[in-house]
């Protein structure tokens, strides 16, 4: 599964940014069902950490650092997921990354799982 990331970009603080990701084909040709999605962040010498993520059911996760300014959704039938950034922060500033837990099947049985990562985006806000 191949995932394609979109919207960073440079905005003054208190601005808006809207990343979006899009999950698609499978390498194998094998039937996959994404479960979780999300969207994670590393800044240099730090490691990826999780920002916002969502479940195939709708249940959600933020890190505390993001909730009550960022948004996630997905939409399942397109396997996309989007990231709404409200309010931002110059310490919001970081390569952001979609990641999907993908399940591939196996005449209707789960065989493996694997996670998907998209190219980073960056995230510049400007004091």
């Known amino acids: 599964v191949q995932l394609q990331a979109s919207g960073g970009g440079l905005v003054q603080a208190g601005g808006s940014l809207r990343l979006s990701c899009v999950a698609s084909?499978?390498?194998?040709?094998?039937?996959?069902?994404?479960?979780?999605m999300g969207w994670y962040r590393q800044a240099p010498g730090s490691q990826r950490e999780l920002v916002a993520g969502?479940?195939?059911?709708?249940?959600?996760y933020y890190n505390n650092s993001v909730r009550g300014r960022f948004t996630i959704s997905r939409d399942n039938a397109a396997n996309t997921v989007v990231l709404q950034m409200n309010g931002l922060k110059p310490e919001d500033t970081d390569v952001y990354y979609c990641?999907?837990?993908?399940?591939?099947?196996?005449?209707?049985?789960?065989?493996?799982?694997?996670?998907?990562w998209g190219q980073g985006t960056l995230v510049t806000v400007s004091s």
């Open positions: 969502i479940i195939k059911s709708g249940g959600v």
């Open positions: 990641g999907a837990d993908v399940d591939y099947y196996t005449d209707g049985i789960v065989t493996s799982n694997f996670r998907s």
């Open positions: 084909g499978s390498d194998s040709g094998r039937d996959f069902s994404i479960n979780h």
